[in-house]
């Protein structure tokens, strides 16, 4: 009797349903032979259907996807200054929206540099390690708000949560995913500063890590943590941080092992109550949309960790592989099913 | 007659007095022939002194230090982990009270890119960009606090201020800075998700902008600012930022233009009312202290702009042309004592 798999695939606006149409190739292809079966479910969303409908996230879709095994998005968000999305949020409202609801604490962002991988950086080394950034407070809630908005008396407020509830369940995935690799982690915060978010972080690190004495723990100010990531980003293994710093480092590692065309991330619920979501690091890149310009190979890389969430880890190391032997072979400009394609005959 | 300029001088924890005497060793042979008289005053800050007498940063020493017309700061900051600094915040007493109480609201970070500057990137292309970044509210107000403290029903928060008045002000310097430069200003936030703080970011920035129609604005997440850092630094001519981003950013630009070893900042007062503040960006170092290993380039840079702050704009080219030279014929490791006198007979 097979596995049936209940996938939601959200392509999204821009490159997103290009590159998701890659990562369904490498899906299919590589649960081929296997008993699981994908049963795909199609949904709509982004700045297109927001356009057509006036809807972002309704709560009906959200139940919809909600009822799911697990979510493959491709990327989302209209045209940059698109005067009819001028009031629209499509970042917070469907993206926000989808990890906050689903309650996909860990955002699991592994930046690796795969040998052929062009990178900006003259003598990288070898890069292999994983983020694990927070994906359900810090100063991604939303909570503040301004008063005599408009106005020259105008105060903004924009307030960081942090409960301990919430670090502590991240910075335990992170001490566990550390136990599994190389067994270092560090803490990337601004505790000099940011007085009160940073004493709870350190506070939960130091309390997790008296549990896990065979694992190094070293803490790095923000500011010095990039500096690390490009003039040695070897030193790092799994990083643990917060929402916002997460979303910098996540983006400037990307740049570092070759762009952000390869890196994949995981918006993970690890208690399985609800559906985690895979999706490429990039946007949905309006301006090359449907040129087959795009790379697919973060959406592909998704996939593996889709794969690998669902416990099928052998058709993750193969879709890694793949991934793995064709950046080696990398050479002239292909089209994005050129490299779909290519990536799918290696498994 | 000969004018008199008062400069306070903090040379701090760690490597400050190596690199602060170097720096003085600029400035006195830069001004000597001028009509200019530097008069200056020694305060003993940091985490020395805190841990001789308990003192951060008294309101008398704080008084003292208003009285002057300019501020030369090394860098403050004891060893880390030491646990008699434990509950001692150096950075938040000293330094951040500093800036704060001496209304610093700009934050003036130059990246420039010399030539012969060693650097990770393999193809950095020319750099050239100063970031402006805001320096006395932000998420660096330490407003916020925890309920809970110390329970797994910890509860933190902390709270970013952004007022329309401290806003306002830096992002006028940032357009009259582009209008002097090459005329482009790119605002870097992160306004899809810190949507309070983001807004009042970007609506100033419009209404500034309408004001100075030479001016090319554009926008940058933070994340994706990050990435052009590494890929293309060419693009940026002034960046204008929030406290927070603007640290991060300077930090990564100082690793991509050759090291913060070679990066100068300035804490500047425009409207006159409080002296102004110039330091190197780089920490105390308390691992290389006292070795003659510092490069002390960022803290005589950090001279020109003081310099240049003070309305000696000839001593301040001469100063950066010195260093200029130096960069440009560096090969063997000197000491902290050689590069300054190297810089020092090339003005
Ligand atoms: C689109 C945006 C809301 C998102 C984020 O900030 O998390 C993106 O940058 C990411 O990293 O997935
Ligand atoms: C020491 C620290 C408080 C400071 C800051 O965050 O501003 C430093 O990193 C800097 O950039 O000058």
Same mark, same amino acid.
């Given at each position: 009797?097979?596995?049936v798999?209940?996938?939601?695939?959200?392509?999204?606006?821009?490159?997103?349903?290009?590159?998701?149409?890659?990562?369904?190739?490498?899906?299919?292809?590589?649960?081929a032979?296997?008993?699981?079966v994908?049963?795909?479910?199609?949904?709509?969303?982004?700045?297109?259907?927001f356009?057509?409908?006036?809807?972002?996230?309704?709560d009906?879709?959200?139940?919809?996807?909600?009822?799911?095994d697990?979510?493959?998005?491709?990327?989302?968000?209209?045209?940059?200054?698109?005067?009819?999305?001028?009031?629209?949020?499509?970042e917070?409202?469907?993206?926000?929206?989808?990890?906050?609801?689903?309650d996909?604490?860990?955002?699991?962002?592994?930046?690796?540099?795969?040998?052929g991988?062009?990178g900006? =950086?003259? #003598?990288? *080394?070898? &890069?292999?390690?994983?983020?694990?950034?927070?994906?359900?407070e810090? !100063?991604?809630? +939303?909570?503040?708000?301004?008063?005599?908005k408009?106005?020259?008396?105008?105060v903004?407020?924009?307030?960081?949560?942090?409960t301990?509830?919430?670090v502590?369940?991240?910075?335990?995935?992170?001490?566990?995913?550390?136990?599994r690799?190389?067994?270092?982690?560090?803490?990337?915060?601004?505790?000099?500063v940011?007085?009160?978010?940073?004493?709870?972080?350190?506070?939960?690190?130091?309390?997790?890590?008296?549990?896990?004495?065979?694992?190094?723990?070293?803490?790095?100010?923000?500011?010095?943590?990039t500096?690390f990531?490009?003039t040695?980003?070897?030193r790092f293994?799994v990083?643990?941080?917060?929402?916002?710093?997460?979303?910098?480092?996540t983006?400037l590692?990307?740049?570092v092992?070759?762009?952000?065309g =390869?890196a #994949?991330? *995981?918006? &993970?619920?690890?208690?399985?109550?609800?559906?985690?979501?895979?999706? !490429?690091v990039? +946007?949905?890149?309006?301006?090359i949309?449907?040129q087959?310009?795009a790379d697919?190979?973060?959406?592909?890389?998704?996939?593996?960790l889709?794969?690998?969430?669902?416990?099928?880890?052998?058709e993750?190391?193969r879709?890694?592989a793949?991934?793995?032997?064709?950046?080696?072979?990398?050479?002239?400009?292909?089209?994005?099913?050129?490299?779909?394609?290519?990536?799918?005959?290696?498994?």
């Amino acid at each position: 009797m097979s596995r049936v798999v209940k996938l939601a695939v959200i392509p999204g606006d821009g490159i997103g349903p290009e590159v998701i149409a890659e990562a369904e190739k490498v899906l299919d292809a590589v649960t081929a032979a296997s008993d699981v079966v994908f049963e795909k479910t199609r949904f709509s969303l982004g700045a297109g259907r927001f356009l057509e409908t006036g809807d972002t996230l309704t709560d009906d879709d959200l139940a919809a996807i909600a009822a799911h095994d697990a979510i493959l998005l491709g990327a989302v968000g209209g045209t940059p200054g698109d005067p009819r999305l001028k009031d629209a949020n499509i970042e917070r409202g469907l993206l926000l929206r989808l990890r906050f609801s689903l309650d996909h604490y860990v955002n699991l962002r592994p930046s690796k540099l795969f040998v052929g991988a062009p990178g900006p =950086l003259a #003598a990288p *080394g070898e &890069i292999d390690f994983v983020v694990v950034r927070e994906g359900t407070e810090g !100063p991604y809630v +939303g909570n503040g708000g301004a008063i005599r908005k408009g106005t020259p008396q105008e105060v903004a407020n924009e307030t960081s949560v942090n409960t301990a509830f919430g670090v502590e369940r991240v910075v335990r995935y992170a001490f566990e995913l550390a136990e599994r690799r190389r067994k270092k982690l560090t803490l990337v915060h601004k505790t000099n500063v940011l007085v009160h978010a940073g004493a709870i972080w350190q506070r939960i690190v130091n309390e997790i890590a008296a549990e896990h004495p065979e694992v190094t723990v070293d803490y790095l100010h923000v500011d010095a943590a990039t500096i690390f990531l490009v003039t040695d980003p070897s030193r790092f293994d799994v990083i643990v941080t917060d929402n916002l710093f997460g979303d910098i480092l996540t983006d400037l590692a990307g740049a570092v092992t070759g762009g952000i065309g =390869l890196a #994949a991330s *995981g918006n &993970i619920n690890p208690d399985g109550a609800f559906p985690s979501m895979f999706e !490429p690091v990039h +946007g949905s890149a309006p301006d090359i949309a449907g040129q087959q310009k795009a790379d697919p190979t973060a959406a592909i890389l998704s996939i593996a960790l889709l794969l690998d969430h669902l416990g099928l880890s052998a058709e993750s190391a193969r879709v890694s592989a793949a991934v793995e032997a064709d950046i080696a072979a990398r050479s002239a400009a292909r089209t994005t099913a050129e490299i779909g394609s290519a990536i799918t005959a290696r498994l």
